[in-house]
């Protein structure tokens, strides 16, 4: 593929930048629990489960942090105090669980077992536990091997086509997924209920009445593997499925995701932190351990920084999003990931109508590919000036198709004509996977026999946004990231340390802190 003569002493820098910045928050994540991680602790041990209370199924593992964090004692972590119950009660750890969250025993109140003994049974717990995630990776790409996967990381069978189904129903949503393999799509992406990521809790079994979407949980996470694998085997080439692992419970959702071997998962803090407003040490602490277990089952993360976009303006702001995509990968280095499993976002949301937008386009597209060889990139379509002129906005898609195949980018969600309209029906993502295929085949080979120009308009501005990109991590570094964030440092979006939701879930760590998995992942 032809690339960009970038500054590489200045792409070292921010990246050298990007580490100081992080740097602090590792150690505000070293310090620290939260009920999200101490709960996601709990469901890998096998604790899914769920009481019935005012006629709504409330998650076992809920019940059981709750309890814990008003006794206070929820800082030494949860598998402290369950490893003991299990050690005093000889019962299993559904049944303990059980048990616990139907309050006929407390678990501060059981006597406690010598300290060596419950933390080998907290350590032998964790590495069954590990075990069982292994194994489900293992399922997952045999099946992979079985199949035609079209996937590669750095885009060179060019884009996947990738799509989204929302229909607030997970029988329909199935239904609608696999019409969307059979007309050609490689991802399904099953879009979570409106506002779930602000829910503290995860609903429980199957669910049909999502808004604007469907809720994210575990039954429905294993009916739309099994329908996609059904589907995969029946068009003999592999079909990945994707599902939002960001918000209160995004440590749990990590875990049901590894357990039900979804393929991409959307985890990017940032994300919570700007466009829903979470507390920001709450979810950079339970990014790190989301992102540990994601790194184990080897699971493809997808960043947010394509939301930027929608809020900023697209040509003056785009090294906001490079400047979070230098930060966001030192954060999954942090917690072990690969650079082939840091699918970084962006996206083509310029005015349509400024001049050489697509000039600029590229640039921002090729600058990021050359930026980031390793990482599978994902291409988010254009949303913020489409309208409900359907022609318009097909030919938009068009266009982004063009510069997506163009520039080697990995994984491409693909637009709708009527995106500013409706949920799309079976024909419009039809209509949108035609487009994407015939422009994917016909250009596929097109970046290997161009070269950038020297000094041209299109290596000019991605040397500007390089540039810009590092005198915006010089200011971050300057006040930290905290204080950058509440001076909008993104997005045109401020935020407070202390402010936000779920600032109470984040927990000190006592000196006898006790969860294995931060070693065995």
């Known amino acids: 593929m032809s690339h960009l003569h970038l500054d590489q002493a200045l792409v070292k820098q921010c990246r050298n930048l990007a580490r100081e910045i992080a740097r602090p928050v590792e150690k505000l994540i070293d310090d620290h629990t939260t009920v999200a991680i101490e709960r996601a602790t709990l469901r890998l041990i096998g604790i899914e489960g769920a009481v019935q209370s005012n006629s709504q199924w409330v998650p076992q593992v809920n019940l059981i942090i709750e309890d814990l964090q008003k006794d206070g004692v929820l800082g030494r972590g949860a598998l402290y105090w369950f490893a003991n119950g299990m050690i005093q009660t000889k019962m299993s750890a559904v049944d303990l669980g059980e048990a616990v969250a139907k309050k006929k025993l407390k678990l501060p109140e059981l006597q406690q077992a010598p300290e060596k003994e419950i933390r080998e049974k907290a350590l032998n717990l964790c590495q069954l536990a590990r075990a069982n995630l292994v194994s489900q990776r293992e399922m997952r790409d045999s099946l992979r091997s079985e199949l035609k996967d079209s996937f590669d990381p750095q885009g060179k069978n060019g884009p996947i086509l990738y799509v989204i189904v929302a229909t ?109 407003d979470i507390n920001m040490k709450r979810t950079l602490i339970d990014q790190h351990f989301s992102r540990k277990i994601i790194a184990l089952s080897r699971i493809v993360i997808h960043t947010g920084e394509d939301n930027y976009l929608t809020t900023a303006d697209a040509v003056e702001n785009g090294h906001q999003v490079l400047a979070s995509q230098f930060i966001n990968e030192c954060f999954a280095k942090h917690a072990g990931m690969t650079e082939d499993l840091m699918g970084l976002g962006h ?62 980018q990995t994984i491409q969600l693909l637009g709708m004509p009527t995106e500013a309209m409706h949920t799309p029906l079976l024909q419009d993502r039809w209509m949108s996977i035609k487009n994407a295929k015939y422009i994917f085949n016909g250009a596929k080979n097109l ?35 905290f204080q950058a964030i509440e001076e909008r440092a993104f997005a045109e979006v401020k935020r407070t340390e202390t402010g936000g939701k779920g600032h109470d879930g984040v927990i000190p760590r006592d000196s006898q802190y006790l969860n294995p998995f931060f070693e065995l992942l």
């Open 447 to 481: 970046g290997r026999e161009i070269e950038f120009k020297q000094g041209g308009v299109i290596e000019s501005w991605a040397s500007k946004v390089l540039k810009d990109t590092h005198g915006l991590l010089s200011l971050i570094h300057q006040k930290g990231l």
């Open 168 to 276: 607030g129903n997970i029988f329909e949503d199935v239904i609608q997924a696999q019409a969307a393999a059979q007309a050609g799509a490689d991802a399904i992406a099953v879009i979570r209920s409106t506002a779930q990521s602000l829910l503290d809790f995860i609903p429980h079994g199957a669910t049909t009445e999502g808004f604007g979407g469907t809720y994210a949980t575990q039954e429905n996470f294993r009916i739309m593997r099994k329908a996609l694998d059904e589907e995969g085997r029946r068009l003999g080439r592999y079909i990945r499925l994707t599902n939002y692992c960001s918000g209160l419970c995004m440590p749990e959702i990590a875990a049901l995701g590894a357990l039900e071997r979804l393929d991409f998962l959307l985890n990017d803090a940032m994300y919570g932190i700007l466009f829903r």
């Open 347 to 408: 996206a083509q949301e310029m005015d349509p109508e400024h001049p050489d937008v697509f000039l600029l386009e590229i640039a921002r597209a090729q600058m990021t590919r050359d930026i980031f060889p390793e990482s599978p990139i994902k291409f988010m379509p254009p949303t913020r000036f489409k309208c409900g002129d359907i022609f318009y906005s097909h030919l938009m898609d068009a266009m982004f198709n063009f510069v997506g195949v163009l520039t080697g």
